[in-house]
């Protein structure tokens, strides 16, 4: 999954993060408490969509649900910015046509998806924009989708909620132990929120793709 600031652009003027100069540029902007998480979310994939829910759900699909007609397409975060032809998706992406217009040639108020597939550059520069908006275009996105599931069990709500508190936590012990003034008690306590992280896994049974997804973010 594309990263909004690459380790190859952590020289760029954007990356202003401090103690570790590849933080995320949305960590550092005026953004709700529900938007960051959902941008967290999106970058750790740590949502709804079907790519990911059918790892740990009984039975699961990673056809998309929404998209009208009979073609299968697989639900995952390009399917979801740029393909899903559900209307409410559409109707977003044409509020935010901005957004679009300069990276995608084929986008319009008519045919606000994409029909073909896209690189994965193209897809890194569209995420990789200075337009602050982008970001709260995702988070509606992810409130998308995430009404759209179906009910999980209560079990599995619970769980999962353990990992994301918990990979949320690792993350933020990780960027202290990294910072210039780090002391011991910093690094003592990534190795414990990394330990609380690995063990709210096992029990979860996170697949070796979304692991390695989101231990990308601290590499």
């Known amino acids: 999954m594309a990263d909004f600031v690459s380790p190859a652009n952590c020289h760029q003027p954007e990356s202003r993060a401090v103690g570790h100069p590849c933080n995320p540029r949305y960590l550092h902007l005026d953004l709700s408490k ?3 998480r959902n941008i967290s979310r999106f970058r ?3 949502h709804t969509l079907k790519v990911e829910a059918a790892a740990w759900l009984e039975d699961g699909s990673c056809v998309c ?3 009208p007609g009979e073609d299968e397409h697989v639900q ?3 399917h979801a910015l740029l393909n899903c032809q559900d209307h409410r998706v559409c109707e977003l992406r044409k509020h935010f046509s901005f957004l679009f217009t300069p990276f995608f040639e084929d986008f319009s108020a008519s045919q ?5 597939q896209v690189n994965n550059q193209l897809v890194h ?3 990789s924009q200075q337009n602050n908006r982008l970001f709260l275009f995702l988070s509606e996105l992810m409130d998308l989708f995430e009404t759209s599931q179906q009910p999980i069990s209560q079990t599995t709500t619970v769980k ?3 990992v994301i508190n918990a990979l949320l936590n690792f993350r933020n012990a990780f960027l202290n132990s990294r910072a210039l003034h780090a002391n011991t008690a910093d690094k003592r306590a990534f190795l414990s929120h990394k330990l609380a992280f690995l063990s709210h896994k096992r029990a979860l049974s996170v697949t070796a793709t979304a ?4 231990m990308s973010a601290f590499l």
């Not at 606000?112 to 073909?116: C, G, H, N, T, V």
Request: charged share 20%; aromatic share 12%.
């Open 34 to 36: 529900h938007v960051m």
């Open 44 to 46: 750790l994939r740590a």
């Open 65 to 67: 649900d929404q998209c």
């Open 76 to 78: 995952n975060e390009v």
């Open 112 to 116: 606000p998806f994409l029909l073909q």
């Open 125 to 127: 520069d569209f995420l």
């Open 160 to 162: 999962k909620a353990r």
């Open 211 to 214: 692991f390695m997804s989101v």
